[in-house]
């Protein structure tokens, strides 16, 4: 017969599990000697050796409290649902996410939606069937309602701990999401080009995200709050599929009737993103516009692209490995039982070549 802390240890990770999902506090050394009838070095060598393998923590003068770990195999995983694994944020953003999950004792696994919601889908049908504990969802086309509030809202009721990330679903209001402050960076990047004097200020978003028509409206917003009449026609959206057609034919249709319809006047431009930023500076060139001589650019992400561009792109970022980290703190949250509030990371911005005052 195994030695009766290995026993009662055994007991005590099968209480855990069974409490997964809720702030789990282990009844204290006195309570548990009573219960199971050991002497309480008994107790404390068990409590040991669900400490030793992270299943505990034991709090200074309040007792032992579960990690969220459930020490079953295959049981402690967080599937991670990204809506593409071509665009060039994703790799910081999943090492960032992974590590922090792994030093934690957690697993991971990425899904790739291609911002389907038929796609999400088949995926949240195959995790109603698994194991996994958390799950981390960029969402699909978050401009709209999800057809799929159905599934997220099961897999919430079966002790799933859900935390959406870049977006949010209107239509499911009470489930947490980490995101970037969307409307206060547009806000930003209107402020500072009028700042330089630009009243004509042009912008180039995405539709079918929620992250677009917020960056939108903190760019207007900032207009309206300078007294600086802005116009509806300058402004142009792309889509998914355009989105895609660029990444994979380098296929700038969309990016050239922006150039030739919405900046007839334009003195300055907001884009959603340095990907896009990158592409537009190229279409200008062919249009011997100059940056910024001609033209300001200003963008979101300052990523590796806002430095390959033939004009470095003044950009709005975050801190060093901020978003990834703090999505993978909030999930770990999440999984213990603990709240966790929905949350905007601010920018800050890093001005460049690509951005200086309007043509005399």
């Known amino acids: 017969m195994s030695a009766k ?8 990770k099968n209480l855990i599990e069974e409490n997964t999902g809720d702030t789990f506090k282990l009844p204290t050394e006195a309570a548990l000697c009573q219960k199971y009838g050991v002497s309480r070095q008994t107790v404390r060598k068990a409590l040991s050796v669900l400490e030793a393998e992270h299943l505990i923590e034991k709090r200074q003068g ?11 195999v295959g049981k402690d995983s967080v599937a991670i649902l990204i809506c593409s694994d071509t665009e060039y944020i994703y ?51 978050t401009a709209f309602p999800t057809p799929n509030h159905d599934l997220y809202n099961h897999l919430k009721q079966m002790g799933r701990s859900v935390l959406f990330f870049h977006g949010n679903y209107v239509n499911l209001p009470d489930f947490p999401f980490i995101k970037d402050d969307n409307y206060g960076g547009g ?28 960056r939108c409206f ?23 599929a355009q989105l895609d057609a660029l990444q994979k034919k ?21 884009s959603y993103n340095d990907e896009i930023a990158y592409w537009l500076i190229k279409e200008l060139a062919y249009k011997n516009l100059r940056i910024p001589e001609d033209i300001s650019i200003v963008c979101f992400d300052n990523s590796y692209l806002s430095e390959l561009s033939t004009v470095q792109i003044t950009s709005l970022s975050h801190k060093n490995h901020e978003m ?13 039982g603990s709240p966790v509030s929905s949350q905007s990371l601010p920018w800050h911005l890093s001005v460049k070549r690509s951005s200086a005052p309007p043509p005399a």
């Open 5 to 12: 802390y290995i026993w009662l240890a055994g007991l005590l």
């Open 62 to 72: 309040s007792g032992s409290y579960a990690t969220g770990l459930s020490g079953r």
């Open 91 to 141: 790799p910081g953003i999943l090492a960032d996410l992974r590590s922090t999950l792994r030093e934690a004792g957690f697993s991971s696994a990425v899904y790739v939606t291609n911002n389907q919601a038929s796609v999400e889908r088949e995926i949240l049908l195959q995790l109603l069937e698994s194991p996994v504990r958390g799950i981390l969802s960029e969402g699909c086309k």
């Open 187 to 214: 806000y930003y990047l209107g402020k500072y080009l009028t700042s330089l004097g630009h009243e004509k200020i042009a912008g180039i978003f995405k539709v079918d995200d929620i992250q677009g028509s917020e």
């Open 218 to 240: 903190g760019l207007l917003s900032a207009l309206r709050d300078e007294n600086i009449p802005f116009c509806e026609d300058r402004i142009s959206y792309f889509d998914t």
């Open 250 to 270: 380098q296929d700038t249709g969309f990016l050239s009737e922006f150039v030739l319809k919405q900046l007839k006047d334009a003195t300055a431009v907001v």
């Open 324 to 336: 990834g980290t703090t999505i993978a703190e909030n999930i770990l949250k999440l999984m213990k």
